[in-house]
């Protein structure tokens, strides 16, 4: 039976991976990090105590759990520091936090990949925002303008969304329609990714609540899609999936979309 240590374990994520682990009996739980230190992960979850406390420090708890693979869902604040950690100690990793710029991201993956080590880093492990994703990359060909706007709590820890900026990215593989408005106040038009604009909503959202709306546009045609998740269990089959993917993959890989998890 496979070991996951979860960093962030107390997180909306966090919690829904414990209670999944704790009831799916495929994985078992090695251990956690997170800002309540000493406390019983399944309490913290809402659910029966596991005997597994959540440990005071991220490096310690992984050096003494030994787990097969750590999952990273912490907070945009530390994860480079976390990434660096998991470096040092040469664990594989599942990679959830966002807020890393992709050329940071990839620098790391390419020290995981020399270093033999496993990680999966995807913005979003859910499988709505993935699906369209994939319809993103066939349709930008024929619509030159696109938008995407993300919708999060006030207390999200960094704008864009990891997720957004992905869907950007997507979007800006192909050139971008001619804006002429010019911005009579900074920001009106969104950030620039790549030709993309792109917009951060944060307002009194419940916590768990991610929203994300894509815009493409034509002449005289707009297509919106919007994706909303209400509940972080949205996100805990596609983490599921990257740990068994890892596993049953060979030493040195990083991966970083969606499809090389269904490959």
Known sequence: MARIFLSGASGNVGKALVREIAAGGEFEL???WCLEAGEDLGTLAGIAPLGVKASASLEEGVAASKPDVVVEFSAAAVMEDNLECYLRLGADAV?????????????LG???????LRWSALPNYALGINLVAKFLREAREYY????????HPAEMGNAPSGTAAMLAGILSEREAGKIKSAETYDGALGADIGGTQ????RLSYPGPFSG???R???K????TISVDDFSSGVFTGGVLMAVRKLLSSPRGVFITSFDELTA
């Not at 990679?95 to 620098?107: N, Q, R, S, V, Y």
């Not at 390419?110 to 033999?116: K, L, T």
């Not at 792109?198 to 909503?201: D, K, N, P, S, T």
């Not at 005289?220 to 297509?223: L, N, Q, T």
Request: no cysteine; charged share 25%.
């Open 30 to 32: 090695a251990g956690g």
């Open 95 to 107: 990679i959830g936090t966002t807020g890393l710029k992709p050329d940071k991201l990839a620098e």
């Open 110 to 116: 390419a020290r995981a990949v020399s270093q033999g």
């Open 144 to 151: 030159p303008y696109a938008s995407v706007t993300d919708r």
């Open 198 to 201: 792109v917009f951060a909503e």
């Open 212 to 214: 994300h709306t894509i």
């Open 216 to 218: 493409l546009a034509r």
């Open 220 to 223: 005289d045609e707009v297509i």
